[in-house]
């Protein structure tokens, strides 16, 4: 997503061009792409982002990128005001993210297992999500003491009320759900902005195979 700050009349992603936007090197290549694509931005408007929220916090039109989970809880906590979240996949943005990468060999040769380690990452999502998340909870504090409890909680809270990992094809499939035709659509995108050639075997970056089972449901 966009981060803004309140009454800068920066409340939508069409009201950003031209604007600074301060983004990661890596999202030049992914989310950018659409974004100037779809709503006509260029490069000239990117600033780099560190992933320090000093820059942002000290600016009234700053727009910076972040995680619905974690910058907006703290830039109110900081400042005593909401800010503006737009949430790329809102503005159209469908890329999966949160993936589950694996050697194409160790499918060919050991799919069971490939099976039973995506199982357990889909029961896990539900289990933390759905039940009793205090024991991830310990484990995210213990290797990052940065997450408070106020901090994950307003994260889970979040998550659920924007169906970030829960809704759209989960809810018919369960949790890792993906379609073919959610791949064809950002591959044309993805083949349209130049990032990819036209000619490229999308097929060969998925497979279904391990999904869309209704695992944990």
């Known amino acids: 997503m966009l981060i803004a700050h309140a009454g800068q009349g920066n409340d939508?992603?069409?009201?950003?061009?031209?604007?600074?936007?301060?983004?990661s090197t890596d999202a030049r290549a992914t989310w950018w792409q659409f974004l100037k694509r779809l709503y006509?931005?260029?490069?000239?408007?990117?600033?780099?982002?560190?992933?320090?929220?000093?820059?942002?916090?000290?600016?009234?039109?700053?727009?910076?990128?972040?995680?619905?989970?974690?910058?907006?809880?703290?830039?109110?906590?900081?400042?005593?005001?909401?800010?503006?979240?737009?949430l790329l996949?809102?503005?159209?943005?469908n890329a999966y993210s949160t993936t589950i990468e694996v050697a194409q060999k160790l499918v060919d040769e050991?799919?069971?297992?490939?099976?039973?380690?995506?199982?357990?990452?889909?029961?896990?999502?539900?289990?933390?999500?759905?039940?009793?998340?205090?024991?991830g909870n310990a484990l995210i504090k213990k290797d990052n003491p940065e997450m408070t409890d106020d901090l994950i909680a307003n994260g889970i809270k979040l998550m659920n009320e924007y169906g970030i990992v829960d809704s759209g094809d989960t809810k018919q499939l369960g949790i890792g759900a993906m379609t073919e035709a959610r791949w064809a659509e950002f591959f044309k995108f993805a083949a349209d902005a130049g990032i990819y050639p036209r000619d490229l075997d999308v097929r060969k970056a998925y497979t279904l195979r391990f999904v869309n089972k209704r695992v944990g449901m």
């Open 40 to 86: 006509g931005y260029d490069d000239s408007q990117i600033r780099p982002y560190t992933f320090n929220m000093a820059p942002f916090l000290a600016d009234k039109g700053a727009i910076q990128q972040g995680y619905l989970s974690s910058e907006p809880f703290s830039i109110e906590k900081a400042t005593g005001v909401k800010p503006v979240v737009m």
């Open 89 to 93: 996949a809102d503005g159209g943005y």
């Open 12 to 23: 939508n992603l069409a009201a950003l061009k031209g604007k600074p936007i301060l983004i």
């Open 110 to 135: 050991k799919p069971d297992l490939v099976q039973r380690f995506v199982d357990a990452s889909i029961k896990g999502c539900y289990a933390y999500h759905d039940k009793d998340p205090s024991a």
